[in-house]
């Protein structure tokens, strides 16, 4: 495989935020094309490309679209966000059938509060509790989005499960028939009286009404498990987080906010661990999307790079002393052996500070029936690029094709923490399929829920991703209704002014051959036709557009 590699000098960190910043040790293999840099052009079947200022064809000024055009927004009409039409003879239509978005993952792993920034993106408001809806409800709703909790469907309550010797997490605790079914009523734009799982009291409380919305989102354990709810999602997601972080959650989530232990959390995670390993976990392989959080690599690398510089500084300035002493050759390398060896272990994660994570966006590439992706992923320049790109310490960003059981993938990866929101603009200019309708806004919608967790890191990032792409998805359901509407409002209008010609004509040819009327008529049949094509021509030109 042929490389070419471009080296750039760094540019400073104080030029503005809409120049490029420090995009040092960027490498970017795109094959098979004609790359642009700010050094010229390269063709190579292999180019590695080192981000230098423009990543267009030359304009250079922020996101460009790889056609020189550079003005935030891709050209792909499959990527475009349908808020950008509403302003164009698009009427605001309701989505009938709802778009149905998945999230599956263990007990502790942030279900909540990603729908809850994945319901704030989408309908662009706080979400809130069901209103009317049990006192302590789990049902959130935001706009348009309504979100399920499926521990609603547990068949038996606290007391139950340890009457019955179960976990939540087995498949048998789970009323699977009830949950299908009242999925497939709202599906179907009915409402439903959905139970109550009190997580505080751990009783099966009276249930709630829930009328069916334009986005409905399952989050859950078992999301995926039953084939007949999974066929009617339209994107499932599974969030797979390593056991120590994930263990730490827990224990933060549970202590805090449901009054348990810490020994109760750890009992609790060693019970369920069979049954998470098999009725939860084999859902990462029929999930669209997965995302791992993981500890970081990049957080190690600067642990130990740092104890090594320690390690050094403590051995020169040992053998500098020893030598100055006037000892033996011998005894100044003992000397500063003792002084590095006495240097203690950097830690990874400072005390008291959340640990740093590895946040990889894994996305499928599965078709559903017929044919049709529902998920372009997002992706560094180009689809088939593989990246990996260091744009300030502190951060990493890869991207690259691996196969998942069996599939072909596209993995997004962000190791380590963002910095300020001046740092992540950068990155999102040379994201693409993103779902925004405007540059900077993947940073607006992390500095909009900011108070949620994960906001500093590759987890925040990620489903603010997952979340615009949704969002992206309604909007252009929305915008095909409309379009259909409109069809339809046209087609019935022509055929109402062709009876209205029709009528004419016969009133004129009852009247007798008297020519005014005739010319009326004649005259008001080429008006109408003109008015049909200008319609039709004016369709076409704001479709387009």
């Not at 490498?27 to 790359?35: A, D, G, L, N, T």
Request: hydrophobic share 40%.
């Amino acid at each position: 495989m042929l490389t070419h590699s471009v080296s750039v000098a760094a540019p400073s960190r104080r030029r503005p935020v809409q120049c490029a910043p420090s995009h040092v040790g960027a490498h970017v293999s795109i094959p098979s094309r004609q790359v642009a840099s700010a050094r010229g052009t390269i063709r190579r079947p292999t180019a590695v490309l080192v981000f230098a200022g423009s990543n267009g064809n030359g304009n250079g000024n922020g996101h460009s679209n790889g056609n020189g055009n550079g003005n935030g927004a891709d050209v792909d009409e499959a990527d475009t966000c349908a808020c950008r039409l509403d302003g164009v003879n698009c009427p605001v239509v309701r989505v009938t059938t709802p778009i149905i978005f998945a999230l599956g993952a263990d007990s502790g792993c942030g279900k909540t509060t990603f729908m809850r920034r994945l319901s704030a993106i989408v309908s662009g408001c706080a979400p809130k509790l069901l209103p009317g809806g049990h006192p302590n409800t789990n049902t959130l709703v935001a706009g348009p989005m309504t979100v399920i909790c499926l521990d609603d469907y547990h068949k038996y309550d606290r007391k139950g499960r340890a009457l019955h010797n179960v976990t939540a997490l087995a498949s048998e605790c789970q009323d699977f028939d009830l949950m299908y079914q009242q999925v497939k009523d709202l599906k179907e734009g009915r409402a439903v009286h959905k139970p109550v799982y009190d997580h505080a009291t751990g009783t099966l409380d009276p249930p709630e009404r829930v009328e069916p919305p334009e986005v409905l989102g399952l989050e859950g354990l078992h999301p995926l498990v039953d084939p007949r709810v999974r066929d009617l999602v339209d994107l499932a997601v599974y969030v797979d987080v390593a056991t120590e972080i994930k263990v730490a959650w827990k224990i933060g989530r549970d202590v805090a906010e449901r009054g348990h232990s810490v020994a109760e959390v750890v009992s609790s995670i060693t019970k369920r661990l069979l049954d998470f390993r098999k009725a939860v976990e084999p859902q990462r392989e029929l999930a669209d999307l997965v995302i791992q959080i993981l500890p970081s690599e990049l957080a190690k690398e600067q642990a130990a790079a740092r104890e090594a510089a320690l390690r050094d500084a403590a051995a020169h300035g040992a053998a500098a002393a020893a030598q100055a002493a006037g000892e033996s050759a011998e005894a100044v390398a003992a000397v500063a052996a003792a002084a590095a060896a006495a240097v203690p272990a950097v830690p990874v994660t400072p005390p008291g500070c959340p640990p740093r994570l590895r946040v990889r966006l894994i996305q499928v590439l599965r078709e559903k029936p017929g044919g049709a992706r529902v998920w372009k992923p997002v992706h560094v320049l180009e689809e088939s690029s593989e990246v990996q790109w260091k744009p300030y310490n502190g951060i990493r960003i890869r991207y690259g094709s691996e196969d998942w059981y069996g599939n072909p993938a596209r993995v997004l990866e962000v190791d380590g923490q963002l910095g300020q929101l001046s740092d992540l603009l950068p990155i999102e200019r040379h994201l693409r399929a993103t779902g925004c309708c405007y540059e900077g806004e993947v940073a607006r919608t992390l500095l909009d829920t900011g108070a949620l967790p994960g906001s500093d890191d590759g987890s925040g990032l990620v489903a603010a991703l997952v979340a615009l792409k949704v969002r992206q998805i309604h909007e252009q359901r929305r915008l095909k209704l409309a379009r259909e509407e409109r069809e339809v409002a046209a087609r019935k209008a022509a055929e109402e002014r062709k009876a209205e010609r029709a009528a004419a004509r016969a009133a004129a040819a009852a009247a007798g051959p008297g020519a005014a009327a005739n010319n009326i008529v004649m005259w008001e049949d080429a008006l109408a036709s003109a008015a049909e094509l200008w319609d039709s021509w004016e369709d076409k030109v704001t479709w387009r557009r």
